[in-house]
């Protein structure tokens, strides 16, 4: 009996890995290779790909579009749909201006261990939102960085771009100061890096932090040469 108990958590545990736990990790370690060949191959094109989750925020995205316009920096901001549907005025701000608008769920949900009908719905929910608001929609990413094979299968029946990071600064912690952030970005960026930070949620008023730390990040950035481009550059 307890021999069977075993046989049968193993069975389980490799059921769940090649689920949800490879696919998630193996493509994001897959994505960050091919962005280091990139850099070797581009690296004279010193560009980096500034992207936003988590918003859109009433409090905070608004300010950091100010930031945003003030250098003239082109981004990307997946946006959990439900947040976009409270603040439509925010996701038009983002289009005039000329962002890159993609979608990181319905209500940040985390998909590593759901099943098909819920990830269906995840993904479909969102992307019809996001048209609703004359967004048409091409890339995904998803809360956590956590997919699982349905994830998979629906990317490609709705012909969306999976999309990752390369560069972490743990924004989203009350840990984390303007300081820490702005070193973080400063030390991890390499030619063509993704980096992801968030508009919204976090803790303690994170997106606060995170504003203040561009402030200071984005003249160094720009004064050591770097550009700044849409994913859909990244990914032509």
Known sequence: MKKMYRIGSGLLCAGLLCYSLIPSEGLKYLWKRRSRRKSKTYGTEKRLYLTFDDGPSREYTGQLLN????????????????FARENEELIKKMREEGHLIGIHSIRHENALLRGRKFVRRDMKEAVLTMEKMGCKIHYYRP???????????????????????DVM?????????????????????????????????GEAGAPMRTIEALKRALPILIKQGYSFERMDVYEG
């Not at 082109?74 to 946006?79: E, G, H, L, T």
């Not at 997919?147 to 998979?152: A, E, I, P, R, S």
């Open 169 to 201: 600064a743990h924004d989203w912690s009350a840990k984390e100061t303007e300081a820490t952030i702005e070193r973080k970005l400063l030390k991890r960026v390499f030619p063509g890096a993704v980096i992801c930070l968030h508009d919204g949620r």
């Open 143 to 165: 809360p956590w960085g956590h997919l699982n094979l349905w994830t998979l299968y629906y990317l490609r029946r709705m012909n969306l771009k999976l999309t990752f990071w």
């Open 67 to 82: 930031l945003l316009k003030q250098y003239q920096i082109k981004a990307s901001f997946f946006v959990v749909a439900e």
